[in-house]
């Protein structure tokens, strides 16, 4: 009788297990999986934080430090500044550099130059409008329709009034859009007239004035970044993860998913003949299971690489996709917070904090987000 009981147990028991056993072992398979998809992070070739890409006279631009990078599409030069680089900005004959020059006092200073076979630099020149020596702390500099646009303000320990300027490679003009502390630079494009993008709103640039856009929030949307997709339509991006559609007023079309908040990376991409418009997201919580996310988002665009659907997409997640293997991603470009964007000559560039240039290449026989190295892997 005691024998009975004793199997009895057991035999309960195996039940019990064996379905346990079953999903530890299916969990598990799923772990494996992932870990044998995740690549050792390189050493980076352009460390740091890196400034945001500009492509001028068919070459990649970006900087980190005091060193400019540029790529032809199949290697890496320098050229090396006497100061700190903070951002680039280019029109078609002018490639623009902000350098961080001193702290005590702030000193900042714009440099150009049309990067011929000399590659000298000369100081913008203000003396044709002495206004602009008095805003020393120059935030953003951005370009659109081979104009220069500049976010100043004057050094004021107790106010934040920020000035947007214009520079068309020779002369100054000041910018009618009202300084305040929500007039900070954030962007500009062009796409028959130009819009300015700034943190309390966007205008329209014309020869008069600029003109506000209205939109329909019912609180005004804190912008960070601008674009102009390819079908020749405007869209800007805000803090909280909203897409506007940007024409004579700012109309709602997309979000992020999960109430993400989005880091001011925006860029498009063509693959595989499908348009897809990416944004840097920021981590809002840490999970056991993912760690910490970053990365990026897409929404995947009609044909024509306008605006369609409502709602961005994790990488790799659905089909289409700008990447092929969601578990690369989440496991090596996913966790790095991206600060900017681009694809050029068909290959994605991020510029991360901290990690330094990552790039979406073949690695191992297969595409993979890794860190962008000065040898270029053809058929590893």
Request: aromatic share 12%; proline share 4%; net charge negative.
């Amino acid at each position: 009788m005691k024998s009975k009981k004793i199997f009895i147990c057991i035999f309960l028991s195996l039940i019990i297990i064996i379905p346990l056993l079953a999903v530890f072992i299916s969990c598990n398979d799923d772990i494996f999986h992932t870990i044998s998809l995740e690549e050792k992070v390189r050493t980076a070739f352009i460390k740091g934080s890196p400034t945001n890409f500009v492509i001028f006279k068919d070459s990649l631009y970006v900087a980190s430090g005091k060193t400019l990078y540029i790529f032809d599409g199949s290697s890496w030069t320098t050229h090396e500044m006497d100061s700190k680089i903070i951002q680039l900005a280019a029109t078609s004959s002018l490639l623009y550099v902000l350098l961080f020059e001193d702290i005590t006092p702030l000193k900042f200073t714009i440099k150009k130059s049309s990067f011929g076979s000399n590659r000298n630099w000369i100081d913008i020149k203000v003396s044709n409008y002495k206004e602009f020596e008095d805003y020393t702390e120059i935030e953003n500099i951005q370009s659109a329709n081979n104009i220069l646009y500049i976010g100043a303000r004057k050094p004021n320990k107790n106010t934040i009034d920020s000035v947007i300027f214009k520079y068309d490679g020779n002369n100054f003009a000041k910018t009618s859009i009202p300084a305040g502390s929500s007039s900070s630079l954030r962007g500009a494009v062009y796409n028959g007239e130009t819009f300015i993008c700034t943190s309390g709103g966007i205008y329209r640039d014309n020869s008069a004035a600029p003109i506000p856009l209205s939109d329909d929030s019912s609180s005004k949307p804190d912008y960070i970044g601008i674009i102009k997709l390819e079908d020749n339509t405007i869209a800007a991006i805000t803090r909280n993860g909203l897409l506007y559609q940007i024409d004579t007023v700012a109309t709602k079309k997309a979000e992020f998913p999960d109430s993400r908040r989005a880091s001011g990376a925006i860029a498009t991409c063509k693959v595989d003949n499908k348009y897809f418009l990416l944004a840097g997201r920021q981590d809002i919580s840490y999970s056991t299971s993912s760690g910490y996310t970053f990365g990026y988002v897409e929404l995947e665009l009609n044909a024509s690489g306008g605006i369609e659907k409502d709602t961005f997409k994790v990488p790799g997640t659905e089909d289409p996709s700008s990447i092929e293997i969601n578990e690369r991603y989440s496991s090596s470009l996913g966790v790095v917070p991206v600060n900017h964007l681009v694809q050029y000559k068909n290959t994605l560039f991020a510029a991360t904090h901290q990690k330094g240039v990552w790039s979406y290449r073949d690695r191992n026989n297969a595409p993979s987000w890794n860190s962008e190295e000065e040898e270029i892997p053809v058929n590893e």
